[in-house]
């Protein structure tokens, strides 16, 4: 059912295992944030839903300027720096320590991997849907979609055995930091491997199309974390 030969296009095979490593980042990411929240801090489950809201608002602003600057000047920058941007906030809550300040020690970590999450999600998607032809456009989409689902459900059943039996703050530290080192995996794998050419048969893709192809962060439900759409 799924054509492989589809994945040796350059940008297509290399811009699936960017995201692979992407998206589980995010998904792990994204969930422990609000479970630390509630069982270390003793956030309710609403405000610890909320405590993640920056990501939100800055998807909902940000990922069509950036797509369309990737439209213009291509994926490759957006898709290298934007992951290891975000890998950097995560790296920022390395600090949280007891008692927790949210305002300090989680917040500035959270805005930054906003950021990141903005300058990346739509030249991702514009970079893998234009290295192959149109026609394919659809096959290629569910593929990229399944890829990034299935590496954040593996990531999420792996979180227990990175925290150990109870989620402290060490156990938190560790998960932010494997969180960080796949963020800036994938930014790495982009760098080295995604460029910015077009497939042959695909038309140039304008800048506000591309700035179209966001899967933007939502909410999941209070202290639910977060989820890509």
Not at 4 to 25: K, P, Q, V
Not at 62 to 87: C, E, H, I, N
Not at 104 to 132: D, E, K, N, S, Y
């Amino acid at each position: 059912m799924m054509p492989l030969h589809l994945f040796r296009e350059r940008n297509f095979g290399i811009g699936n295992l960017s995201t692979a490593a992407f998206y589980a980042g995010i998904s792990l990411g994204t969930f422990i944030i609000p479970v630390f929240l509630q069982e270390a801090a003793g956030f309710t489950a609403l405000a610890a839903g909320l405590a993640t809201i920056p990501l939100t608002l800055m998807s909902l602003a940000l990922s069509a300027l950036f797509g369309t600057l990737a439209g213009k000047y291509g994926p490759r920058l957006f898709m290298s720096v934007g992951p290891a941007l975000a890998g950097t906030g995560f790296a920022l809550m390395l600090f949280t320590a007891d008692p927790l300040d949210y305002w300090w020690q989680i917040l500035p970590g959270v805005v930054v991997f906003g950021l990141g999450l903005a300058v990346t999600v739509a030249p991702l998607t514009a970079a893998i849907l234009g290295a192959i032809d149109p026609a394919q456009s659809g096959i290629g989409s569910a593929i990229n979609n399944a890829v990034s689902r299935v590496a954040g459900l593996l990531a999420i059943a792996a979180v227990g055995l990175v925290t150990g039996p109870v989620l402290d703050t060490a156990g938190f530290h560790r998960v932010v930091l494997v969180t960080a080192l796949l963020l800036v995996a994938a930014g790495i794998v982009s760098a080295l491997g995604i460029s910015n050419r077009l497939h042959a048969g695909a038309p140039p893709i304008p800048p506000e199309a591309t700035a179209a192809c966001h899967d933007r962060i939502v909410p999941d439900g209070p202290g639910r974390g977060l989820k890509p759409r």
